[in-house]
């Protein structure tokens, strides 16, 4: 049984920090790697992707991917509560995946306060 | 640019009735998808089809959940004789063939299903 394990939070940052968001997983084969925010009551919105080890920017977000440690994260930079969501992590492609379903954590609610 | 559509958006529904829900997908997109997502939760996988062919489902779906896409295009997702525990948001997401499982797929707002 793939998992994926995100902390439920409630993550609180004030306005302007970093808000750090943290994922692990447990099929070792997986290839790719989403983040998702979500607003109360609508649908998941795609904000990151990642396949390789290392970085990825885009804008204030940046995605960070270790396949040895099994973990991906989210950075969010100046951070705004426009930011205050749930972000889910989204796994897909791995050894046990024998279809292209996506397998989804739990989500973070952040709260960005002002 | 077209997004993925679902339709009812919101559906209340007595306990043992049978509902039916539609998603029309990204036009170009040949992959679609069925999620169940319940408050606190990430979306749990239902199904999911390359064009018509449906590939794969849920050892979790009963066999009173059924979905179809005939024409390779809009899809339908049906629930026979509902119970109070398929009170959910019902999301269906669409995306592009591609190598290695790599490609995002994108929701539609989903259908919000309420049983009384």
């Known amino acids: 049984q793939k998992e994926v394990e995100q902390n439920s939070g409630p993550l609180s940052v004030p306005e302007g920090a970093i808000a750090s968001l943290n994922c692990t997983y447990s099929d070792r084969g997986s290839q790719s790697f989403f983040w998702y925010r979500q607003y109360s009551g609508k649908s998941p919105e795609l904000i990151m992707s990642?396949?390789?080890?290392g970085d990825k920017e885009d804008g204030r977000f940046t995605a960070q991917l270790n396949k040895a440690s099994q973990y991906v994260s989210l950075l969010i930079r100046d951070s705004q509560p426009s930011d205050s969501a749930t972000y889910l992590c989204?796994?897909?492609?791995?050894?046990?995946?024998?279809?292209?379903?996506?397998?989804f954590g739990p989500g973070t609610r952040l709260s960005v306060l002002p | 640019d077209t997004g993925v559509s679902q339709d009812p958006r919101h559906k209340i529904t007595k306990r043992g009735q049978n509902v039916t829900f539609r998603c029309d997908p990204i036009s170009e997109h040949n992959r679609l998808y069925w999620y169940r997502q319940t408050l606190g939760q990430g979306p749990e996988f239902l199904t999911y089809f390359q064009n018509e062919a449906q590939l794969e489902k849920s050892r979790l779906l009963s066999d009173r959940f059924s979905a179809e896409r005939p024409k390779g295009s809009f899809s339908t997702l049906e629930i026979q004789r509902t119970e109070q525990g398929d009170s959910a948001m019902y999301l269906c997401?669409?995306?592009?063939?591609?190598?290695?499982?790599?490609?995002?797929?994108?929701f539609g707002d989903g259908t919000r299903l309420s049983i009384l």
């Open positions: 997401a669409s995306s592009l063939e591609g190598a290695h499982s790599n490609q995002p797929q994108h």
């Open positions: 990642i396949y390789s080890n």
């Open positions: 989204a796994v897909n492609g791995g050894e046990d995946n024998y279809g292209q379903n996506f397998v």
